[in-house]
């Protein structure tokens, strides 16, 4: 098993510098990844100066290129596994929401949670299902005051 020397879960802010090579390498993968298909091969350059295929697959690939796209525009990036559990401060950041409104809605059973001892726990997974609800339902009562706006003529 392959053991990470970084947590992926701690953003990771781009310097000036590594924002100029994200760009470049950007610039040069984006016209790549509309012509990938199941894998993609690279060369990794070894520093006795030669050069070593390694072959990813397309869906990392295209993590790879939306990593270099956010790094290229100066972002914060972090990267965060489906099944990783989050605290409540955690999650609210996610949600971009105050710690306190998270708590009422795991007391509420909207989100799903646990303890671990004294501390809540909520999967990452629980969270962007309850965005991913939360901007449905967001989307189709804006669609509701559009329609009702038009039927009153107030557009």
């Known amino acids: 098993m392959l053991t990470?020397?970084?947590?992926?879960?701690?953003p990771v802010a781009p310097s000036d510098a590594d924002?100029?090579?994200?760009?470049?390498?950007?610039?040069?993968?984006v016209s790549k990844l509309a012509k990938a298909n199941g894998t993609?091969?690279?060369?990794?350059?070894?520093?006795?100066g030669s050069n070593?295929?390694?072959?990813?697959?397309?869906?990392?690939f295209r993590l790879l290129?939306?990593?270099?796209?956010e790094m290229a525009n100066g972002h914060a990036i972090r990267l965060i596994p489906h099944h990783a559990e989050l605290t409540t401060q955690?999650?609210?950041?996610?949600?971009?929401?105050?710690?306190?409104?998270?708590v009422r809605l795991l007391d509420d059973g909207r989100i799903p949670s646990h303890r671990v001892g004294t501390h809540r726990r909520?999967?990452?997974?629980?969270?962007?299902?309850?965005?991913?609800?939360?901007?449905?339902?967001?989307t189709a009562s804006l669609d509701r005051l559009s329609a009702l706006d038009q039927e009153l003529g107030l557009t």
């Open 40 to 48: 993609v091969q690279l060369l990794v350059g070894e520093q006795d």
């Open 90 to 102: 955690e999650a609210a950041e996610l949600l971009n929401v105050s710690r306190p409104y998270v």
């Open 52 to 60: 070593k295929p390694i072959t990813i697959p397309t869906a990392a």
């Open 4 to 10: 990470l020397t970084f947590d992926p879960r701690e």
């Open 19 to 29: 924002a100029l090579v994200a760009r470049e390498c950007t610039s040069l993968l």
């Open 65 to 69: 290129v939306g990593i270099l796209t």
């Open 122 to 138: 909520v999967l990452f997974k629980d969270v962007m299902t309850y965005k991913e609800a939360h901007r449905r339902a967001r």
